[in-house]
């Protein structure tokens, strides 16, 4: 089993960064591929990025590739979500999420374990 716990996040002008943190807890999380998903409100949740267990592949959402950045620490057991320039229209609650699961890792069913969510807000 894998619990997650969401760090980061908070208000920002646009043009500027954030770090989010996610960190796992659980003797699976090392062999788990983990995922970010953002909802905006009144929206479906969606997919930003993910990464492998390994680390070794990174997948991204169009919308933020060039600006988003996912890595992950096996020996922290936490994964990181880099966001820069960002804009009004990344404005949404971030979601981690951890997969046993090889493929479909662009869909949030993959995934069986969810952070908290945390709240990303840029200002115009």
């Known amino acids: 089993q894998v619990q997650l716990v969401q760090s980061g996040g908070g208000l920002v002008q646009a043009g500027g960064s954030l770090r989010l943190s996610c960190a796992a807890s659980?003797?699976?999380?090392?062999?788990?591929?983990i995922g970010w998903f953002q909802q905006a409100p009144g929206k479906e949740r969606e997919f930003v990025a993910f990464?492998?267990?390994?680390?070794?592949?990174?997948t991204y959402a169009d919308s933020v590739k060039g600006r988003f950045t996912v890595s992950r620490d096996n020996a922290k057991n936490t994964v990181y979500l880099q966001m820069n320039s960002l804009k009004p229209e990344d404005t949404a609650v971030y979601y981690c999420?951890?997969?046993?699961?090889?493929?479909?890792?662009?869909?949030?069913?993959?995934?069986?374990?969810w952070g908290q969510g945390t709240q990303v807000t840029v200002s115009s």
């Open positions: 999420a951890a997969s046993q699961l090889a493929y479909d890792l662009t869909y949030s069913s993959a995934y069986n374990y």
């Open positions: 659980g003797v699976a999380f090392s062999l788990s591929n």
């Open positions: 990464i492998t267990w390994t680390g070794g592949r990174t």
